[in-house]
Structure formats: C-alpha cells, structure tokens
C-alpha cells in the first residue's frame, strides 16, 4: 500500500487566521476539477481530487503557497449527455477566476498558480488570465495537460494513458482516494486512436459512446503516485524559479537580454 501524502496544513479551508497569519503565504494556488461521468468505476470527483493533488504539490514545492478551496464544477459541456454530469459555462468559470483573482488582490495577494484537471477547463481559465493581466497587470500561472506531461516523464516506467475513466485516473483515484475507487467494476474500452493533430470540438459522447475509455484495469496505486511526484518536481522547478523572477513573464524564461 503507498503511503498518502498529507498537506492538510497547506489548504485554506482548514485554517483559522492565526495559522494563516503565522503561515507567512503570498501565494495561492486554485484547483478546478469537475463534477463529471466516469463509468462506474470512478466517482464524479475524479478530476477535482486530481486538481487538488496536483494543487497541493505545487504549493508545497513553492514552499509560501496556501491551497484554496477547490472549483468543483467545470466545464463540461461536452460531456453533459452522461447522467448527473454537472457543468458552467465557459464564461462562467472564467468569472469565478476573474472573482477569485480579485478576492486575492483585496488582500494583497499577486501570485496565483490555477490548476485545472479537466480538459473543459483551461481555455476559460486562460481568458480569465488574459483578462486579469489587461485589468490588473496581474500574472496568473496555468498549470494543465497532466495526462501528457505525465506521460512523457514517465515514458519507460508507466504507460500512462491519455483517456477520460482510463488507467491513469483510475491511478490517481487509487492512489488519493481509495476509498472511492471501484476497479473491480472496470470494464476496459481501449481507445486506439488519440493525440490528434487537430483538435475537434462537440460532443465527447460521439467520440466515446461508453462515457469513457482505456483500460483502468491496469490503474494503481504506485502509478498514481509516480504521476504525482514526477509532475510535481518537473513544475515544482519551474515554479520556484517564476517565485524567484517576481512571478512576472521575463527574459529569464528566454535567456534573451534587453536592448533598451
Ligand atoms: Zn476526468
């Protein structure tokens, strides 16, 4: 059995203002996941459980970063056919960013990663990021495509899967919330054609009449973990060092020297 990570004392929900106070935080991170049909052997929650892993490794790797309180409604539109799928609108989520942002700044809080684990998710929260840069002068850091970046850092030691209620959520759940998974009930649906070079918008239901895909028979505990830890150094490096530079954009992400 793999030992779950605690970061209990990183989420906002949790803590009084002294602890907050005493915390020393400039930082917030926001998970979005979604409240979404995975086949019957996951919960609705699979992607906010994602999202607020992910969230709570980076915050840890910032070292001065608090967790919010997850979005638990995504966009999810797509997916909407499949029964209890709850989603926003595009402009919906961008709004709640936009007010989460602007609750930030009236404490004076500037820096703010967004963590969405939900394929709906980024491009309303990157026009809420646009939006906030042109409103504020504010740099919001996204964080999303774990599926990808995942496998790629794990390519020889994990297949890890690109699917949605695939091994590799499946392995996320395992590995974050047992509890809720129910991998006896998987039934494989392997996807043999992804990763398109152009992308295809409508419903998701014509793609994947089950309502998911992939083989979450092979999901586990370890590749959940792996996933995590593997993610969370690659970004944990990079979001140090955006901690470092002011959490603005600059010539340190170019290595291109001003001429003014
Ligand atoms: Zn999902």
Same mark, same amino acid.
């Given at each position: ?59 840890? %790797? ?39 942002? %602007? ?22 929260? %990157? ?21 990808? =970046? ?8 994990? &297949? ?13 759940? =395992?590995?974050?919330?047992? &509890? ?42 370890? %590749? ?35 001429? &003014?």
């Amino acid at each position: 059995m793999t030992d779950r990570k605690d970061f209990k004392h990183l989420q906002l929900e949790r803590l009084t203002p002294k602890e907050v106070r005493e915390g020393g935080f400039d930082t917030a991170v926001l998970p979005v996941g979604a409240t979404e049909y995975h086949g019957d052997h996951l919960p609705y929650c699979t992607d906010t459980l994602m999202a607020v892993a992910l969230s709570e490794r980076f915050a840890a %790797e910032i070292g001065t970063a608090l967790v919010l309180p997850p979005v638990a409604y995504g966009m999810s539109l797509h997916l909407i056919k499949w029964p209890w799928t709850m989603s926003v609108r595009p402009e919906t989520l961008t709004a709640i960013v936009i007010d989460v942002a %602007e609750s930030l700044l009236a404490h004076g809080i500037t820096r703010l990663l967004v963590v969405p684990a939900h394929d709906g998710n980024p491009g309303p929260i %990157e026009s809420a990021a646009r939006e906030l840069n042109d409103r504020h002068g504010l740099t919001v850091a996204l964080f999303s495509g774990w599926q990808s =970046l995942g496998r790629r850092l794990l390519a020889g030691r994990y &297949d890890i899967d690109l699917d949605h209620g695939g091994s590799s959520e499946m392995s996320i759940v =395992l590995y974050t919330a047992p &509890d809720l998974a129910r991998q006896q009930r998987a039934v494989d649906v392997p996807n043999q054609q992804m990763d398109h070079p152009v992308r295809v918008f409508g419903p998701f239901s014509n793609v994947v009449p089950h309502g998911y895909s992939g083989q979450p028979s092979k999901g586990s505990a370890e %590749e959940g973990s792996a996933i995590l830890d593997a993610i969370a150094a690659e970004a944990g490096t990079f979001l140090r060092e955006l901690a470092a530079n002011g959490w603005v954009n600059g010539s340190w992400m170019s290595g291109i020297a001003r001429e &003014d």
